[in-house]
T-cell receptor, first 110, second 114 residues
Framework: EDQVTQSPEALRLQEGESSSLNCSYT??????LFWYRQDPGKGPEFLFT???AGEEKEKERLKATLTKKESFLHITAPKPEDSATYLC???????????FGKGNQVVVIP | DGGITQSPKYLFRKEGQNVTLSCEQN?????MYWYRQDPGQGLRLIYY???????QKGDIAEGYSVSREKKESFPLTVTSAQKNPTAFYLC?????????????FGPGTRLLVL
């Protein structure tokens, strides 16, 4: 069974204080790893897809990296508008289904 | 604008009542999905459909039903057999092929029990 564990569950950052979120996974053949951002009461917003170990993708203050066992979402010099829950999901080979972690809730304090 | 719409935003269910949540997409995606989100839990898959007139059960299908008569539409019915329906329901869609399988989500419907 595919499993995704995200840590820490919750994180409070001062504005400008860089940090990283972890997504550990076990999957029978990784087809893709996905990061989403979710604001309260809204649907998840797609951020990145990573396909193979060593791959990195960036968008504004966010950078996602991937190894064979985990992915990191680095938040550089965060601003209050980066406050959200970040969701990680994996897709196994030969399968359209996603397995989600419980999310990392990030609060950035001005 | 292309996207996924869900309605209503809030839905109230009485005891013993079936209710239907709407999901429509104009992204020309083949696959559509329904997830349930509860506080402190990850998204759980209820049903999914990879093509019109075909769908499969996800991990928590009991008490739910779906139909896929049109490519654009994938309604979810929460039946009276679902004893704990209070949750945030999310619909998603994706294309086919390796680079198009990213799932995109709608804004969600919050279901509350009266």
């Amino acid at each position: 069974e595919d499993q995704v564990t995200q840590s820490p569950e919750a994180l409070r950052l001062q504005e400008g204080e860089s940090s990283s979120l972890n997504c550990s996974y076990t999957v029978s053949g990784l087809r893709g790893l996905f990061w989403y951002r979710q604001d309260p009461g809204k649907g998840p917003e797609f951020l990145f897809t990573l396909y193979s170990a060593g791959e990195e993708k960036e968008k504004e203050r966010l950078k996602a990296t991937l190894t064979k066992k985990e992915s990191f979402l680095h938040i550089t010099a965060p601003k209050p508008e980066d406050s959200a829950t970040y969701l990680c999901a994996v897709q196994a080979s030969g399968n359209n289904r996603l397995a989600f972690g419980k999310g990392n809730q990030v609060v950035v304090i001005p | 604008d292309g996207g996924i719409t869900q309605s209503p935003k809030y839905l109230f269910r009485k005891e013993g009542q079936n209710v239907t949540l709407s999901c429509e997409q104009n992204l020309n995606h083949d696959a559509m999905y329904w997830y349930r989100q509860d506080p402190g839990q990850g998204l759980r898959l209820i049903y999914y459909s990879q093509i019109v007139n075909d769908f499969q059960k996800g991990d928590i299908a009991e008490g739910y039903s779906v139909s896929r008569e049109k490519k654009e539409s994938f309604p979810l019915t929460v039946t009276s057999a679902q004893k704990n329906p209070t949750a945030f329901y999310l619909c998603a869609s994706s294309g086919s092929g390796t680079v198009q399988e990213t799932q995109y989500f709608g804004p969600g419907t919050r279901l509350l029990v009266l």
